[in-house]
């Protein structure tokens, strides 16, 4: 709640909209002066356009909001393409030169597991 006698004012912006600096002086009640700065997260004006939906600012400028839960992460869904013909050649010819498993699935950009299941299948 602003007291008597405090003076908000930003006195940085980010060059992106980011965030601001502001800086609020005033008097406490014990009649002493202060001065506080805080960094005020602004995802309205934030130009690289990450956050899509409004976000309440309250969640990001005070620490003691125990209302908002913490977002529950999202799973990245993958779809499997399965290994083709021209990829499986090239794997058995890699597995039958020597070349370590990590090796080749980092050479046809696959997944480890999924070379080490197909080599296993073909032999």
Request: proline share 7%; net charge positive.
């Amino acid at each position: 709640m602003p007291q008597a006698g405090t003076e908000s004012r930003v006195i940085w912006r980010h060059p992106r909209g980011r965030f601001d600096v502001i800086e609020t002086c005033g008097t406490s009640l014990l009649c002493t002066p202060y001065c506080i700065r805080e960094a005020v997260f602004t995802p309205e004006r934030d130009e690289r356009g990450q956050i899509n939906e409004t976000v309440n600012n309250k969640i990001f400028n005070s620490g003691t909001n125990k209302s908002w839960d913490s977002p529950k992460p999202i799973k990245a869904h993958r779809e499997y393409k399965p290994i083709t013909a021209q990829e499986g050649v090239m794997i058995m010819d890699m597995y039958r030169e020597g070349w370590p498993v990590s090796k080749i699935a980092q050479a046809v950009h696959r997944d480890r597991t999924k070379v080490s299941e197909y080599i296993t299948m073909q032999q």
